[in-house]
């Protein structure tokens, strides 16, 4: 049988959704020292039973400044 979903797991599931689609995922807080720090990797976090279990991230190899150098 089915488990039905009630209302207010709907509307919780509908708000995670729309976070992922519109990128809130991460707090202002780190959103604020990524966007200071001129962050251009990945960030990684792999979620399971609502835990996080995995976290990571990957730099980027090339900097803002050293793709304005080489011009058109």
């Given at each position: ?24 995922l ?12 001129r ?19 990957e ?14």
């Amino acid at each position: 049988m089915y488990e039905r979903t009630g209302p207010t797991e709907e509307r919780t599931f509908a708000e995670l959704r729309r976070k992922i689609r519109s990128g809130q995922l991460l707090s202002s807080a780190t959103e604020s020292l990524l966007r200071n720090l001129r962050f251009t990797g990945r960030l990684c976090v792999v979620v399971q039973n609502g835990c996080i279990i995995k976290s990571g991230y990957e730099e980027g190899y090339f900097s803002r400044r050293q793709e304005d150098r080489r011009g058109p």
